[in-house]
Nanobody, 120 residues
Framework: QVQLVQSGGGLVPAGGSLRLSCSDRTFSTFAMGWFRQAPGEEREFVAAIRWSGGDTLYADTLEGRFTISRDIPAGTGYLQMDNVKVEDTAVYYC???????????????WGQGTQVTVSL
């Protein structure tokens, strides 16, 4: 059974940086996506990566501030968040599936979520 374990997150000032991690100890990942959900909002796509090849996909609204990557031997994916804004405040989730896509329903397994709060 795949279990995704997330780490990182917390409180960060606007303009700062933060890195989120997501580990799959079964080493069965084909693609990993990151999503976020702010209070009262629907879950939205952030970024995705294909495990082999490293093809990436990003939400247009990020303006190049976030970078998704992976460490295959470690079975871990990362979301590097730079120049964060107050509107980036949300619970961030990682998910794994067969291919990188912005569609949440295409992912099979989800992490527990981690809170990111950006302060002024």
């Amino acid at each position: 059974q795949v279990q995704l374990v997330q780490s990182g997150g917390g409180l960060v000032p606007a303009g700062g940086s933060l890195r989120l991690s997501c580990s799959d100890r079964t080493f069965s990942t084909f693609a990993m996506g990151w999503f976020r959900q702010a209070p009262g909002e629907e879950r939205e796509f952030v970024a995705a990566i294909r495990w082999s090849g490293g093809d990436t996909l990003y939400a247009d609204t990020l303006e190049g501030r976030f970078t998704i990557s992976r460490d295959i031997p470690a079975g871990t994916g990362y979301l590097q968040m730079d120049n964060v804004k107050v509107e980036d405040t949300a619970v961030y989730y990682c998910a794994t599936g067969r291919r990188p896509t912005a569609r949440a329903g295409a992912y099979d397994y989800w992490g527990q979520g981690t809170q990111v709060t950006v302060s002024l």
